[in-house]
């Protein structure tokens, strides 16, 4: 399957999402943040991160290198 289809895929998945949540390591965090920060001169990290409106959570139990993308749909139920 094409790249690029593949990633339009992923996408697709993740917007038809409820509420998607970024999951990554920590030390993967701090150099996404370094990388961003490179490249876009007004961003700035606050208390609740967000990557083109998805927020994010880190944990030290996933793998550096690994990213999920999870629904999280705990918070829909109420």
Known sequence: MDEKLRHQLR?????????????MNSTDFKNFTKEVEAKVNNFKVGDNPTY?????????????????????????WL
Do not use: S, W
């Open 11 to 23: 996408i697709k998945k993740v917007r038809e999402m409820k509420n998607p949540t970024i999951l």
């Open 52 to 76: 083109e409106g998805v927020p994010i959570k880190t944990k030290d139990f996933i793998g550096q290198g690994n990213i999920i993308i999870y629904d999280d749909v705990m918070t829909n």
